[in-house]
């Protein structure tokens, strides 16, 4: 009877047991020797036993076949100048030789001037304006009147549009905890924030972003493909799914409770003439079948 065909949770023989101690027997030498050959490798090399068998020896780069760094006849890339106009211009001129000190120098020419520019954060980067507004009473209509505030001020609102903006794209866009706002505005913006004002922030730079968030949503059933794909993810403790639907032109996330084929009806209607591209699972061939 062939070891290998011997039913381990079966042995009814004497032979059967002789059997699977002689194939254990020959497996065990055969990682043993694998072991050896593994520290024998590791032992000549400062490198880990797991580093020795990440690639085949005819798949490692070879010595001297390829240097670290820019390769002979690469084409040089230089780094553009950020345009004038949005750039402001210091004009640095010399009136003698900074070497021997001598006054007698020609007039420079356009070819003589050496641009450099420097991008940097202004010591006070955020810019706090106090808007007083004077009203005065007006007799005919009984009461106190006041000026409009200008049209980028949102009214009753400590941050102005960018600042709001800049805030909100950290949160959502680089995943930065509220604690972490809190102290990139104190240490680099040089404002003290509550995390209760920045939370109020984000909140407002959702309900700004719906409108044109819905649009997008509209948009998604009117697209010849769309390539759908859902995950977990993490939220206070829940798991519920995130989604994405891409286009060429769209990628549209959705978050929802759940994973089944309700949320590509909600989202595409109960018919798509479209093709989508996704996995095998159920929700699609749900989806599929409706249409």
Known sequence: MEAEAIDLYNIK?????????????????????????????????????SSDITKPPGERRQPGE???????????????LVPTEKVAVKDLRIAQ??????EELKSETAESVRIQQVAELRPDPVEVTEYRSHGRYCSCCGEIKYPSLPQNVIPNQ???PRLLSLLGYMKAGMGVSIAELQQFGRDVLGITLSQGLISKAINRVSETLKA???????????????????????????????WVFCSEVIAFFA?????????LREILGETFS?????DFYSAYVCFANLK
């Open 13 to 49: 023989t004497l032979a059967d047991a002789i059997a699977i101690i002689k194939l254990l027997l020959k497996e065990n030498a055969e990682l043993k020797e694998r072991v050896a050959r593994l520290e024998k490798n590791s032992q000549t090399s400062s490198k880990p036993p």
């Open 66 to 80: 390829r240097k670290i760094g820019g390769q002979a006849g690469h084409k040089r890339h230089t780094r553009e």
């Open 97 to 102: 030789c900074p070497d021997c000190g001598s």
């Open 158 to 160: 400590l941050l102005g």
């Open 212 to 242: 044109p968030y819905d649009e997008l949503q509209q948009h998604l059933p009117q697209q010849p493909s769309l390539n759908i794909d859902e995950t977990t993810w993490k939220n206070s403790g829940k798991k519920p799914w995130v």
């Open 255 to 263: 978050i929802r409770a759940s994973r089944g084929c309700a949320v």
């Open 274 to 278: 479209g093709a989508v591209t996704s």
